[in-house]
């Protein structure tokens, strides 16, 4: 993940941020240039991922994060708008790796997990530990 010079990076949440997203992409086993993360705010990241949906053979597949939703898995469009969102993964804003690579597994092997329906996890801004927790994350 290439930083972006116009991001405060001796931003703690910011740092956490970028490990998080660094670690899901290692369990993914996604290297390169196919994440990329956003302080926001509201705090943002994508992975372009590899493989394609058996229900979308020909579109690429992308999983993005927010603080709010978490993680979702999406395809892309081929006229150049936002990706269309298929699945949120659901339970924790910071899930583990191992739920968003599992996650990621069922719906490549054409289970349907997670929930169609954008389920809001937290708000942006809450008075909660989600700031902590990330500035937090494990190096």
């Not at 990076?9 to 660094?22: M, S």
């Not at 705090?43 to 978490?70: C, H, I, K």
């Not at 979702?72 to 739920?99: M, Q």
Request: with cysteine; hydrophobic share 40%; aromatic share 10%.
């Amino acid at each position: 993940m290439d930083p972006d010079p116009d991001l405060d990076f001796d931003d703690a949440p910011t740092r956490g941020l970028q490990r998080y997203v660094k670690a899901v992409a290692v369990e993914l086993g996604l290297a390169g240039e196919c994440t990329y993360a956003d302080p926001g705010p509201p705090a943002t990241a994508y992975l372009a991922v590899d493989g394609n949906l058996p229900s979308f053979p020909d579109r690429d597949l992308a999983l993005q994060w927010d603080e709010e939703y978490g993680w979702a898995a999406a395809v892309e469009t081929r006229s150049g708008e936002p990706p269309i969102v298929i699945s949120y993964l659901g339970g924790d804003v910071l899930s583990t790796p191992a739920a968003v690579a599992a996650f990621l597994a069922a719906l490549l092997h054409d289970a349907h997990p997670g929930d169609p329906r954008p389920i809001r996890l937290r708000a942006y801004g809450a008075a909660d530990d989600f700031v902590d927790r990330l500035s937090t994350y494990p190096p």
